[in-house]
């Protein structure tokens, strides 16, 4: 027996798999692996009727009763736990909350490299040999062989790779001199090589606070010292210095001996903001979503490990493993980019309180624009507010110009709608102060729609209910949503008629009609479009920045964190693109967008201006985010939410039915709606709740798929949990047809 029994108790493993499975199952330990089995391994067992091979996470060990059903482990994957107790526990927490499966978690949670067990890889140092010592003064060298003996006195020893770069010779050079006993060249580990490398940026001292910032950072270094929870929401205007409150909380943390987690929207973790954190601390590593997996491997092991102060990237850094985690900052808290949208469907603000709770360290979550759910817990002191209300140096905020475009006139007649008069004066103006230029329009490619003149017909998607979008350079029609792409028709294909109208305005279009305002400046579009390439986003900007570029047009991605003296001029081409969205959170994410771009001038000596052409200049999101006046915003659209059970008045959670056949949709959706309203008359004091739906998702069809949903609003997240887990219990699952469960949804479309 290769387990045996004691009292009747076997030693099993609970294992959980990388499916949507809500428990753990159990396998019995063979003797051989009683001392190797521990918790966070992964294990190869055999799963279902097949008992096919398959690979899980360890989560516990324990004694049961003897049964004959119980399988064995086949063998333990890892020599060494991949993820710790603590993470163990967090992700539980996780699949909990979000209804999903342990595994789906930690899959989700641990690289891919690390998964593999790679070993760190080698590269290759140099350095000066005796010879080099001995009797490199009486010998003439080469003055690409005296640049590597300068460099290499400056750093050294150095990656052979970094020498090259710093001075600008071929690796043969080095390579030479290593075979002629000048250099002497080391494998060393890559991890090692690295932090070497990173020293090299200079380090600075912090800079001088103002009154503000130093108190603020005091409550929360104080904080930081006394080493317990609580969350702070840091509301700061756009240039009031927040990130230099964060500089000094993670620095607090650092002397402690702990490490700092910090969290930026993918859009903002720019160059720019990176060098702002390397500047400060050497132990620190980026954790970029495009990284390559062996490097984001790499990084996650080095964070393990406990060599790594601070840890910045995107939202999936909130699981960074940290041994010793005393902090966690959250910049621009509000960004629904911090929602993941597929499974696990976690929100990395809200777990990130959850596990700063969970270690009871601190956390900050700041933002000029604070999510009504944060601002929200603030106002109830479950968060510490803490403000910054004016910029550094005194610096005032941008008078924001509100042009009507029902009836200011275009810059000229072609450009009605698109561009007025009072923009191009507006840019003229700062142009010749030799001041430059952003302008935000939100919506990429050229024309972004195609319409038929007779019947009306919008060209859509074959595969989504959406309008295709026009790009001229390639010619091409492009789903934005599904990349399914097609040459333009010449003509309507529901009534045939020939002149069908290409219409609304993208970056590329902007672009093209800015260069015909402007032909004697420079103009440089950033979009998704036009950063393809790597380090093309890093060289727009770089261009920006050194006043290469007079003009530069963009998307979203030049809306945030920029900071750039010498803008004098944001023009918002067309600011009311979200506002009529059907989610409840259209007029917040508008007012925080609008508030982000017209943070981006006012920031140098000389003073900035805002233009918004909008056909609403009455619309409350627009009117406050023009006053720079978020109190009054929120204090006036959260009353809406309130009288309307609507977030942060409720917990929300959203199930989406789809399939292929729009009919077998339809039919699970109505009966699992029946489901939900019964399950209702089984949950005891479960408060106040309300269910909408099943209806068509606004957006029906989306790559091939039907799409109904329901929103259920409800007190208490448990309620909605047994509700959706009573009903869908109910339900017999069909093939070909998906059920996605989103707790705190932000997609609503
Ligand atoms: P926010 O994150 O609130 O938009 P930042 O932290 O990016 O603001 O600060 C904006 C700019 O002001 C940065 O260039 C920063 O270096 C500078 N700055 C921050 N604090 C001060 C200060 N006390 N005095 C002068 N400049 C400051
Ligand atoms: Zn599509």
């Known amino acids: 027996m290769d387990n045996p029994v004691q009292d009747d108790l076997v030693f099993v493993a609970d294992i959980v798999f990388d499916r949507p499975l809500r428990k753990p199952f159990s396998y019995l330990i063979p003797t051989d ?54 993470l163990l526990e967090f992700t539980k927490w996780i699949a909990d909350y979000y209804l999903c499966g342990w595994g789906q978690v930690l899959q989700a949670v641990v690289p891919a490299w690390v998964r593999s067990g790679a070993t760190t890889p080698k590269v290759f140092i140099v350095d000066f040999s005796d010879k080099f010592h001995i009797s490199s003064a009486t010998k003439k060298f080469s ?30 050079v080095v390579n030479r001199l290593v075979e002629t006993d000048w250099l002497i060249k080391t494998a060393i580990d890559e991890d090692q090589a690295f932090f070497g490398a990173l020293q090299t940026i200079p380090l600075d001292p912090s800079i001088h606070l103002n009154d503000e910032q130093i108190s603020v950072s005091k409550t929360i270094t104080d904080q930081v010292h006394s080493g317990k929870f609580c969350t702070f929401l840091l509301h700061g205007v756009t240039g009031s210095g927040k990130t230099e409150v964060y500089l000094e909380a993670i620095e607090a943390t650092i002397k402690n001996g702990r490490q700092a987690i910090v969290m930026v929207p993918e859009i903002s973790l720019t160059p720019q903001t990176v060098y702002r954190f390397k500047k400060r601390f050497s132990k620190i590593v980026v954790l970029h979503s495009n990284l390559r997996e062996a490097e984001r491997g790499k990084n996650w092991k080095l964070v393990a490990e406990g060599k790594v102060d601070v840890v910045i990237g995107p939202r999936s850094t909130v699981f960074a493993p940290c041994p010793n985690l005393g902090l ?84 000229s007649p072609s450009l009605r709608g698109m561009i007025s008069e009072d923009l191009q004066k507006g ?65 309507c ?47 727009i900007l770089n261009a920006f920045r050194e006043g290469l570029i007079n003009i530069l047009v963009g998307t979203q991605m030049i809306a945030k964190g920029l900071d750039f003296p010498n803008v004098l001029l944001v023009g918002v081409i067309n600011p009311d693109t979200g506002i009529h969205i ?127 949903h329901v929103q259920l609003h409800a007190e208490k997240h448990t309620v909605l949990h047994q509700l959706i887990q009573v009903a869908l219990g109910k339900m017999k699952p069909i093939s070909g047809l998906e059920v996605i469960v989103d707790i705190d949804p932000y997609n609503l479309l």
């Not at 966070?40 to 008992?51: A, D, E, I, T, W």
């Not at 596990?355 to 106002?379: K, Q």
């Not at 935000?440 to 024309?447: A, I, K, S, T, V």
């Not at 305002?517 to 093309?536: A, E, Q």
Request: glycine share 4%; charged share 25%.
């Open 582 to 708: 059907p989610d409840f959170r259209a007029s917040e994410r508008t007012f925080q967008l609008l508030s982000q771009v017209a943070g981006r001038t006012g920031r140098g000596d000389k003073p900035g201006m805002v233009y918004f052409q909008t056909y609403y200049p009455e619309h409350p999101a627009i009117v406050s985010a023009a006053k720079h006046d978020f109190i009054s915003f929120v204090d006036e659209e959260i009353k809406h939410r309130q009288s309307l059970f609507f977030p942060p008045f409720c917990r929300l959670a959203r199930i989406v039915i789809r399939s292929k056949s729009a009919e077998s949709a339809a039919t699970f959706s109505d009966e699992l709606g029946e489901q939900l309203r019964l399950a209702t008359t089984e949950i005891k004091g479960s408060g106040k709740l309300k269910i909408l739906g099943p209806t068509e998702a606004p957006v029906f069809k989306l790559k091939e798929y039907h799409r109904f």
């Open 143 to 172: 003055p690409q062989q005296t640049r590597i003996f300068e460099q290499l006195h400056l750093h050294h020893p150095i990656a052979i790779k970094d020498l090259c770069i710093k001075s600008s010779c071929n690796p043969s």
């Open 33 to 86: 692996l009683f001392n190797l089995i521990s918790k966070g391994k992964r294990v190869r067992v055999p799963l279902g009727k097949g008992n096919k091979p398959t690979i899980g996470f360890c989560v516990e060990t324990r004694h049961i009763p003897s049964d004959p059903k119980l399988k064995s482990i086949f063998a333990i994957m890892d020599e060494e736990p991949l993820v710790s107790t603590h």
């Open 493 to 539: 294909e529901t009534c045939k008629t020939e002149t069908i109208q290409f219409k609304g305005m993208g970056t590329e279009k902007l672009e093209e009609e800015i260069t015909k305002l402007f032909p004697d400046k420079v103009i440089r579009r950033m979009d998704s479009d036009s950063t393809t390439k790597p380090g093309s986003h890093e060289y």
């Open 427 to 491: 840019m003229k103006r700062a142009l010749s102060q030799n001041g430059q230029v952003m302008l935000f329009l939100n919506r990429r490619g050229f024309h972004t729609f195609i319409q038929c003149p007779t019947c009306k017909t919008v060209e859509n998607c074959k595969h989504c209910d959406l309008a295709m979008t026009f790009h001229k350079r390639k010619n091409i029609l492009l789903c934005h949503h599904c990349g399914d792409e097609k040459k333009p028709a010449t003509r």
């Open 328 to 411: 966690i900052v959250i910049d621009e808290e509000h960004e629904n980019s911090f929602k993941q949208d597929n499974t696990p469907r976690y929100h990395g603000r809200d777990i990130a309180v959850k596990r700063a709770r969970m270690l009871d360290i601190p956390i900050v979550l700041g933002s000029a624009t604070p999510s009504f759910e944060s601002w929200h817990n603030a106002c109830k002191n479950n968060y510490k507010m803490l403000t910054l209300s004016k910029r550094v140096r005194d610096l005032p905020m941008p008078p924001v110009y509100l042009v009507d475009m029902k009836t200011s006139p275009p810059a």
